[in-house]
């Protein structure tokens, strides 16, 4: 019987921006049940931390000047806290690229792991580590867990290790795109190759480009930070394949585009970087992507930056009066926009998709602006009118009902009910020009296709190559923008595929051991009936044994082929790639498929928790139990993590 | 019982592990520097030592930083061209950083003294003292643990004591020892005797071991080494007109017939990288090439010599193998036959190798065989015999297909009569980080113990012990 069953299993999965963590493993498995932003909260003395925002409540007793008596009230009466669930003003994000720079923090961020998920005692944690925690670093991390938590059990896996076991296959190459880095990792035969991997690659992650759609608009007003960032979680923000053109109102550069585009041929950004003017120029007619559109966002923006002195100095009523006849304006304005946009539309297909739009819209959720509100001491009330006056959310709909399918319904989808990221900021709708199908124009594909190539290139493994360059598992949330996998593929495909040289197609390629024919007769055709055995023996053997050899070759993604065997057979190029594929995952899990892959190591981590705890149950020390770390301490943690 | 002991109590320190010490192994090269913990089968940190200086003055480690284009970036060595440390102090931060990288973390504070995160959020008066503290404590980036240390033979003494010092007061390292990377080779084989040929990047050397020590008048080394066979591409491939156009160069290619130019477009730069990081970056696809094409003529006897009768020489038999493929970033690409024969065949025969004006031709003594044959005659001719029946190879430039048969052919020549025996790893990662992985073997041995420098032990006589204790 095993040790430990599996309601009992609990899995943690830190990462720099969220960490992932579920107690017991399903019948099928599913994605993780807990979501928490890897940030803490400074607490009131230097050494703590708190899960969430608190923050002084200010008196309602004291309406007027609230900012200035911020300070002096708590000196005069007992202080009031309020918890802020919302924002994530002044955390302290103790995992940055990967690494835990902030020790004390990631302690007390494993702590409220532990607590909200909290377990009963006898309960086995499986931890998935970040690629480039450090030997010491896993030690401390295991000394925590036994000596905090009193763990029976500890496994440790590496994260890129772990997407190996989602996808089940023993030899593939790791991408993991994350925030503010990627790893990449070779894995050969379920081993890591801790040589040659990269580890860390600075500006490959989504922060990459969050920047890059940041310095793409700067030119325009309204587009802050958090508004590039979630305009790239947005469905809208897109990466096109090289071969179509970033869509254009008007034909102004677009005659050139496709030409240009064919010439490069390189990536789906590469056509934008040459026109880094397209974010001043709007195009002109009605329609979405007027000057309207960017008006009334310019006016927004205004809107953020007053708001906080007009909440304190008192005269928000007028201000919600003029917001509402604003918001009035805007919906009749809107109403005729739509119905010129509906003239124009009519012989146009109803619904383009975005790739073919030149500008789309999302919804932008401000966090800036409650917390500058929640600052100045706002009432719930207050902030609920406010939010409610404010909010383009609500009368998005009739618009997307009538133009198109609401483009951000995605955006909707996955931060609403995937992602315990907080929600409750005042949502606005922002409009965005091509500017969207260039987040990854920056050199980040070009950055990250040289350090796969580097990666595998270095791998010691020479005859595995091959097969690495076959099996890649691109995943992480950073690869979560659309075509961004596609891309970076294609990135790959144009840059250092080797094609069959063409000296070698009848030389190299004869077996050895086939002799000159001779003049037997045996190849000679015999006459034979009809539709009977018609290969081998009546073909030209030399002739016949070129083709076969050469045929992996000639039809490099020839499917059903037993590929990897062959190629590391056949001596014509030592060079890889050959080909490069993607990896498929299997299809067991029917609430994983629903939601992309792109957390595999999680769906890998359930696998290994299983395969771990129950199914070995600690015969081949797959786990680090209390008895082994009170008898090795927590250096012993290298004997079993993998 | 340690099993008993309860869940609340942590077990003490020196009840787990107490007569294991957990040592690290540096091997530094002027190629890679290879770091990691003793008692492992591979180096955990292999970092290469070419760095990227910006025109600000910084200077970028690791390969992440390396190979990125950009403008203002010089390749730099730390080494000179014999293998010997030139600039001391981006070495000692070359290697710091390739034990803090992924092995140790960059923090050696205990949790709860490290609140180094926290300063933001208090108002700044926090005691200077501790500050200090804290500051020493994360400059002595080892301080938990012995350095074992791998020098060429040829290391002067000066360099000897340039190490234990930057390891003693630099790092705080309570114990050291400095071993020459030829014995740790011999190490990783289980050998206590033996020639070891250690072909690396800039240097290729000999060293003869006789029950573990050094013979001193044995030491030779020559440059004939992996960087000189990438030069011998480099020329053989201009004797081509291949354009050696390195990756970061290229946006896209397209299959184009053999020998035929390449149809590529290119990426462009505002301004273009370096000069030495375009050298770097072909390095790369010379590198490759090595990897995939050339062999050395296994003998029996030098390419150019004669085979059977007539004129047929072994270069006309290697011509009729099948040749090669090479496919260069930009898609050009052609079939290499004997060519990839003659690039390696230097190596061993200094009257074939490619030469130009900035690559004359090597002397007579300095091709492998002559420096190997060198090694061996000045030795004892008693322990010659040993000697011969066991030469290991190792080194990542012995990687070249057939080098090591090579090799053993050209020395039986020399010597008919005794029996020749040479040793080459099978795995490629073992050859490549022999002397690494000797090192890993000898600091794991409990008798190693005796032998560490201790910090006493420098503190009382100086960098000077360093002569006397590590030979």
Redesign the interface.
């Known amino acids: 019987m095993p040790p430990f069953r599996d309601d009992q299993i609990f899995i943690i999965a830190p990462g720099s921006e969220t960490t992932l963590a579920q107690l017991g493993l399903p019948e099928s498995f599913t994605p993780a049940r807990f979501r928490l932003r890897s940030r803490m909260f400074?607490g009131e003395k230097?050494?703590e931390y708190e899960p969430v925002k608190i923050r002084k409540k200010e008196k309602k007793s004291k309406p007027e000047g609230d900012a200035a008596t911020t300070n002096g009230e708590a000196s005069t009466e007992e202080p009031e806290w309020e918890e802020d669930r919302i924002s994530e003003d002044g955390a302290?994000w103790p995992i940055r690229k990967g690494?835990i720079?902030?020790?004390?923090?990631f302690?007390a961020l494993m702590e409220h792991v532990y607590n909200t998920v909290n377990p009963p005692f006898h309960t086995p944690i499986l931890l998935i580590s970040e690629p480039s925690?450090?030997?010491?670093?896993y030690e401390?991390v295991a000394?925590?867990f036994?000596?905090k938590f009193?763990v029976p059990g500890l496994a440790m896996m590496d994260s890129a290790l772990a997407a190996t076991y989602a996808y089940g296959i023993p030899t593939a190459t790791v991408v993991d795109v994350g925030l503010e880095k990627a790893d990449i990792t070779c894995i050969a035969d379920f081993m890591r190759q801790?040589?040659?991997r990269?580890?860390?690659?600075?500006d490959c992650g989504g922060e990459a480009m969050t920047r890059r759609l940041e310095e793409l608009l700067k030119g325009r007003k309204g587009f802050t930070r958090d508004v590039c960032e979630q305009l790239k979680k947005s469905s809208i923000c897109e990466i096109l394949p090289a071969d179509t053109e970033v869509p254009e109102s008007d034909a102004t550069e677009g005659a050139s585009n496709p030409a240009a585009a064919a010439?490069?041929?390189?990536d789906g950004a590469?056509p934008g970087q040459r026109k880094p003017s397209v974010a001043g120029e709007l195009p002109r007619g009605p329609g979405p992507g007027t000057e309207v559109g960017e008006e009334k966002k310019l006016e927004d923006e205004e809107g953020v930056l007053d708001i906080a002195s007009i909440v304190t100095g008192g005269n928000m009523g007028e201000y919600l009066a003029q917001k509402d006849r604003e918001k009035q304006d805007k919906a009749t304005a809107k109403q005729q926009r739509k119905a010129s946009e509906a003239q124009i539309q009519v012989n146009k297909p109803a619904r383009l998709p975005n790739a073919k739009r030149s500008r789309n819209t999302f919804m932008y959720e401000d966090f800036a602006l409650h917390d500058a509100m929640k600052k100045a001491g706002m009432t719930t009330q207050g902030m609920a009118d406010m939010q409610a006056s404010l909010d383009d959310g609500t009368n998005k709909e009739p618009q997307s009902a009538v133009s198109d399918k609401p483009a951000d319904a995605g955006f909707e989808k996955s931060d609403g009910t995937m992602d315990t990221s907080p929600t409750g900021g005042f949502r606005r709708e922002v409009e965005v020009g091509p500017e969207r199908f260039q987040a990854a124009s920056g050199g980040i594909l070009?950055?990250l296709a040289?350090?796969i190539?580097?990666t595998i290139?270095s791998c010691?493994e020479?005859s595995k190559r091959s097969d690495l360059w076959d099996n890649m598992i691109i995943l992480g949330n950073g690869s979560k923008v659309r075509g961004f996998k596609e891309a970076l593929l294609a990135t790959l495909q144009?840059?250092?595929i080797?094609?069959?040289?063409?000296?070698?197609i009848f030389?190299?390629e004869l077996p050895s051991n086939m002799s000159t024919p001779m003049a037997t007769g045996a190849n000679t055709p015999q006459p034979q009936l009809p539709g009977q055995q018609h290969h081998s023996s009546g073909v030209n053997p030399l002739l016949h044994a070129a083709l076969t050899a050469q045929n992996p070759q000639l039809h490099p993604s020839a499917p059903g082929m037993p590929q990897p065997h062959q190629q590391s057979m056949h001596?014509?190029?030592?060079?890889t790639p050959t080909s490069i594929k993607v990896a498929k995952i299997p299809e067991y899990f029917p609430e994983w498929k629903e939601v992309g892959y792109d957390e595999a190591s999680f769906l890998g981590a359930q696998v290994a928790g299983k395969l771990l705890f129950i199914v070995d149950g600690g015969a081949s020390k797959g786990y680090m139990t209390?008895?082994d770390?009170?008898?090795?301490?927590p250096?012993?943690i290298h004997d079993v993590r993998m | 019982m340690a099993a008993t002991l309860p869940p609340t109590q942590p077990p003490a320190a020196q009840e787990y592990a107490g007569d294991e010490i957990n040592a690290l192994v540096l091997d530094p090269g002027s190629y890679t520097t290879r770091a990691g913990f003793a008692g492992e089968d591979t180096p955990k940190a292999v970092i290469p030592t070419n760095y990227g200086q910006l025109s600000s003055g910084e200077k970028l480690f690791g390969e992440n930083a390396i190979h990125l284009p950009r403008p203002d970036m010089e390749i730099k060595n730390p080494f000179n061209s014999d293998g010997i440390v030139e600039d001391w102090e981006t070495a000692t931060k070359l290697w710091e950083y390739s034990v803090t990288s992924r092995l140790t973390g960059a923090k050696q504070t205990p949790p709860n003294k490290n609140g180094l995160n926290d300063d933001k959020d208090e108002n700044g008066d926090t005691n200077m003292e501790e500050q200090m503290e804290q500051l020493e404590d994360q400059e002595k980036v080892l301080g938990e643990y012995p350095l074992l240390m791998a020098e060429p033979a040829w290391n002067p003494q000066k360099a000897r004591e340039k190490s234990i010092e930057i390891a003693m007061e630099q790092w705080g390292v309570p114990a050291f020892f400095l071993a020459k990377n030829g014995q740790l080779a011999a190490f990783s084989q289980g050998k206590s005797t033996a020639l070891v040929i250690d072909v690396g990047h800039q240097n290729t050397s000999v060293t003869a071991m006789w029950e573990g020590m050094v013979l001193r008048k044995s030491v030779h080394h020559t440059p004939l080494a992996g960087n000189w066979l990438n030069n011998q591409i480099r020329l053989m491939l201009s004797s081509q007109q291949a354009p050696l156009i390195p990756h970061y160069m290229v946006k896209s290619k397209q299959p184009v017939d053999a020998g035929a130019p390449s149809n590529a477009t290119y990426a462009k730069f505002d301004k273009p990288p370096t000069d030495s990081f375009r050298k770097l970056e072909e390095e790369r696809v010379l590198t490759a090439f090595k990897e995939s094409v050339v062999q050395t003529w296994p003998g029996p006897n030098r390419l150019e010599s004669q085979s059977g009768a007539g004129n047929f020489t072994n270069m006309d038999h290697v011509k009729n193998y099948p040749p090669k493929p090479f496919e260069m970033p930009d898609g050009w690409n052609q079939v290499f036959g004997a060519e990839r024969f003659k690039v390696a065949e230097g190596l061993f025969d200094h009257n074939a190798a490619y030469t130009d004006a900035e690559n004359p031709a090597p002397a007579g003594d300095q091709t492998l065989t002559s420096i190997a044959r060198n090694a061996l005659q000045a030795c004892d001719v008693d322990t010659r015999p040993h000697l011969m029946n066991n030469i290991i190879i190792t080194g990542a430039g012995s990687l070249i297909d057939k080098l090591p048969e090579r090799l053993q052919s050209d020395l039986q020549t020399i010597y008919p009569n005794p029996k020749i025996r040479v040793i080459a790893n099978q795995n490629s990662v073992e050859r490549k980080f022999g002397g690494w992985i000797g090192g890993s073997v000898l600091a794991s041995l409990g008798t190693f113990h005796q032998m560490w420098v201790s910090r006493q032990e420098y503190e009382e006589f100086g960098a000077r012990i360093v002569e006397k204790r590590c030979k």
């Open positions: 400074p230097s050494d302290v690494s720079v902030d020790w004390p923090c302690y925690w450090t030997h010491k670093e401390k000394q925590f036994f000596e009193k801790d040589i040659g990269s580890l860390a690659v600075p010439s490069t041929g390189a590469a070009d950055r040289d350090a190539h580097r290139w010691g020479l144009a840059k250092y080797i094609s069959p040289s063409s000296a070698t030389t190299s001596s014509s190029h030592g060079q209390r008895t770390y009170n008898e090795q301490g250096s012993g």
